[in-house]
């Protein structure tokens, strides 16, 4: 069965700089959310689109944006980064209309020097 | 607001041993129930799910849970654990709505012992 994408696996970035991460989700699936997993932490919830529009909010810091695009993936842009940024940053998907239960993709490690 | 306790962060059992992950919720009403396990440096899978009716739920690699409201917990329990178990272990919690996030607990951190 397809599972949810997310590009690049791993990402190097320097202080200061930007990085995009990209997110495919299961075929028909609506929903898509970010969570960010710090070293040694459990995964908090960044922000969610459904149809393209923003659903929900969390600690998603300033310097971060989100979108949804009309074929349903979702990229992450973020920008100054900073070293505590690096973390796992997992996609997950879901079916609007139900069961709910979310999807998560394999995560794409951010690594900030 | 949704929360998810995890008392236990580190949990060693032997081989073949049983086992029991706890985990307490807390939300106004009665919330869709989550356990997912993640392999060090992987992604998490989900091993159960409880949204309503029977509340003693079977999930994947053997395991399952019992929704107990009374006690708001949704404990994880394997009768016999394999060595490839050891992993960490997420209670996580939401909403009966549409497009709303999960709210996962600490993790618990399963070592086992040969």
């Known amino acids: 069965a397809a599972g949810v994408i997310q590009s690049p696996r791993h990402l190097i970035k320097e202080k200061r700089e930007t990085a995009t991460l990209k997110c495919y989700p299961i075929?028909?699936?609506?929903?898509v959310y970010w969570y960010q997993q710090g070293p040694g932490q459990d995964p908090q919830f960044l922000i969610s689109?459904?149809?393209?529009?923003?659903?929900d909010k969390g600690s998603i810091p300033d310097r971060f944006s989100a979108q949804q695009f009309s074929d349903y993936h979702s990229e992450l842009n973020m920008s100054s980064l900073e070293l505590g940024d690096s973390a796992l940053y997992f996609c997950a998907s879901s079916i609007s209309r139900g069961p709910y239960e979310q999807y998560f993709g394999p995560g794409t490690r951010l690594t900030v020097t | 607001a949704q929360s998810v306790t995890q008392p236990d962060i580190h949990i060693t059992v032997s081989e073949g041993a049983s086992l029991e992950l706890r985990c307490n919720y807390s939300y106004g009403a009665t919330p869709y129930l989550f356990w997912y396990v993640q392999s060090p440096g992987q992604g998490l899978q989900l091993l159960l799910k409880?949204?309503?009716?029977?509340?003693l739920v079977q999930g994947i690699k053997g395991f399952e849970a019992e929704f107990k409201r009374s006690q708001s917990s949704f404990n994880l329990r394997k009768p016999s654990v394999h060595w490839s178990d050891a992993a960490e272990y997420y209670c996580?919690?939401?909403?009966?709505?549409?497009?709303?996030?999960?709210?996962f607990g600490p993790g618990t951190s399963l070592s086992v012992i040969p």
């Open positions: 409880y949204f309503s009716g029977d509340t």
């Open positions: 996580a919690v939401g909403k009966k709505t549409s497009y709303d996030k999960v709210i």
């Open positions: 689109f459904y149809e393209k529009m923003q659903s």
């Open positions: 075929p028909r699936h609506d929903t």
